[in-house]
């Protein structure tokens, strides 16, 4: 069904503070963070809107820049940038990208995940369906950038960055993964780094600038956080004993970076035993060919052997044997560092913990402490100095899926919920519920916090709400 457009003009709006943007996936750097005291408790479908746009439907969060709003869609088969009128709601314009391919994507992601990034003269998106486009802010394409094919078993979740006269993507997938910058004016590519043995991987990068040396892109993967120089894409130091998987946005507070990785199977205190390629060839590869067709390793696998053909050739080799290896010694932990120096630094990590933590959420650092919000509506508050537990709790009625990163502004957490519970917490080491509001409908996306205000997506609609 092609998009139609409904929208709710404002009929008086909010007292603004001094316009700030949201210009990346979950503001500044990655933050999460407003410096808004008004932001409202209590919204809903009726309650303190001041518009309500429909939108076809995509899982990436709004981002704001100047006077614009931008998001990206999916509507039947075409993908979409959307630029709305910040005050109104109104529509500005709408481009269709080019998708000279359909890559698969698991049914609760999207083709149009990944979230924009602004700088307030241009717009710059990205669909693993094509790659990265850039608009000027009033619509006119400036350059395309075609990337991929991408080989990526559940779809694309990584977002475009901005910084300085950059703009850096990582293309993580299960083979060929790398991480690019390309000038924002041209679009032509500054550098481009392979990132040899990590795999899939949905995360944003964050930007760290030390008191010395130069800026420094902080790049969560599978296995290994690593930083790399920003002018030049060096590899400057790394931190082994990270999750398979990789979803998270580094939160980065003055010298000290904060890292959260969680995926199934990497939560034993002590890692099984898997044997070495040549045992396991030499057990089981029938026809002595070097490789294991999946008859061959029915003994090992009574299922998901496509997940560790990471090529699909329809066998596995000693590359992808190395994977399932890998996988199954992956550490889930939320960890912070101090970096100092190059190289591995794994052992100069200052804390890990281990339990109870986020598959998708970004924690949020506000207010001095850290929040994590798991499936089932668990929230967890952490000592950022010490990583010692401050709180742990369920809130009730918002106990689903969490795919949206929490958010923070006026002294209050928000967390959104699949099934749109936004749950409204106190920003206090002993967090407690202020109000759980209902949106009746199907969230995937961060909202972005500005103005006084909430801009919240829903599969439907993109709202702004704020007290009239």
């Known amino acids: ?8 003009a404002p009929v008086l709006l909010c007292a603004q503070s001094p316009v700030t943007d949201w210009p990346q996936f979950r503001g500044p750097n990655g933050s999460g963070i407003s410096r808004d005291a008004g932001t409202p408790d209590e919204v809903g479908p009726d309650k303190n809107v001041i518009w309500k746009t429909a939108l076809p439907p995509g899982h990436s969060s709004p981002v704001l820049a100047g006077s614009r709003v931008f998001v990206t869609a999916a509507d039947g088969e075409a993908l979409f940038t959307f630029c709305l009128d910040r005050a109104t709601g109104k529509i500005l314009w709408r481009r269709e990208a080019p998708r000279p391919r359909k890559e698969g994507f698991q049914k609760t992601n999207s083709p149009a995940a990944p979230s924009p990034a602004a700088d307030g003269d241009s717009v710059f998106v990205f669909f693993g369906d094509f790659g990265i486009l850039a608009y000027g802010k009033d619509g006119n394409e400036r350059w395309r950038l075609p990337l991929g094919p991408f080989n990526n078993q559940n779809g694309h979740g990584s977002s475009p960055l901005v910084v300085g006269d950059l703009v850096v993507l990582i293309c993580d997938q299960d083979t060929n993964s790398y991480l690019i ?8 590519v500054r550098w481009k780094v392979d990132r040899a043995g990590i795999t899939r991987g949905y995360a944003t990068p964050g930007v760290f600038r030390p008191a010395k040396g130069p800026a420094q892109l902080i790049v969560s993967g599978s296995y290994q956080l690593a930083s790399y120089a920003l002018a030049t894409g060096e590899k400057l130091w790394w931190v082994n004993g990270m ?3 990789v979803k998270g946005v580094p939160l980065i507070d003055g010298d000290t970076i904060y890292v959260n990785t969680w995926e199934a199977g ?8 898997v044997d070495a390629w040549e045992t396991v060839a030499a057990k089981y590869d029938a026809n002595k060919d070097g490789k294991l067709t999946p008859e061959e390793a029915k003994p090992i696998f009574r299922r998901g052997f496509n997940d560790y053909d990471l090529n699909k050739d329809g066998v596995l080799d000693a590359e992808e044997w190395e994977f399932y290896n890998r996988l199954r010694t992956a550490t889930n932990n939320l960890l912070a560092i101090r970096p100092t120096g190059r190289g591995d630094l794994t052992d100069k990590v200052t804390w890990r913990y281990r339990k109870s933590l986020p598959n998708i959420p970004s924690p949020l650092l506000y207010g001095g402490t850290l929040f994590l919000v798991k499936d089932g509506g668990i929230v967890t508050t952490i000592d950022p100095k010490s990583g010692a537990v401050l709180k ?5 009625g918002a106990t689903e899926q969490f795919w949206s990163s929490p958010v923070g502004a006026a002294g209050k957490v928000y967390l959104l919920s699949q099934g749109c519970k936004l749950a409204v917490l106190k920003a206090e080491p002993q967090w407690e519920v202020l109000r759980v509001n209902d949106l009746d409908d199907e969230c995937f996306a961060t909202p972005a916090l500005a103005d006084n205000s909430i801009y919240l997506r829903t599969r439907h609609h993109l709202y702004r709400f704020g007290q009239k």
Request: hydrophobic fraction near 40%.
């Open 181 to 188: 910058a390309v000038d924002k004016k041209s679009g032509k």
């Open 1 to 8: 069904m092609k998009f139609a457009s409904l929208i709710f």
């Open 243 to 245: 999750a398979w998987q």
């Open 392 to 396: 742990q709790g369920r809130v009730p």
């Open 266 to 273: 990497g939560d034993f205190e002590t890692p099984p035993n």
